[in-house]
């Protein structure tokens, strides 16, 4: 279990990088969709906004000093997303 920030950015990482090189098997290297990029930036901030949105108790201006963005920024995201794929209080 990690026990600094660190650690946990590592730990983070490798997480991701398992799931990408199972993904990218499971295909056996042909016929991978195109757009892996997207998919996965989309996956990640969809997570990342809900945490961090919850963790603000729906605050839209707390959450996105938190991220280190503009709120707007933030707001025109989430609706790029779709507002149904993000859950918060």
């Known amino acids: 279990m990690p026990g600094t920030i660190e650690d946990l950015e590592v730990s983070f990482s490798k ?33 990342l906004f809900n945490t961090t949105l919850a963790h603000a108790k729906g605050n839209h201006l707390k959450a996105a000093q938190i991220l280190g963005i503009n709120r707007n ?13 993000i859950r918060y209080p």
């Open 15 to 47: 997480m991701i990088e398992k799931h990408l090189e199972k993904y990218l098997a499971l295909h056996k290297g042909s016929n991978i969709p195109s757009g892996l990029y997207y998919r996965v930036l989309a996956e990640v901030e969809r997570s």
């Open 73 to 85: 920024t933030l707001r025109r995201k989430i609706a790029n997303l779709g507002e149904k794929n």
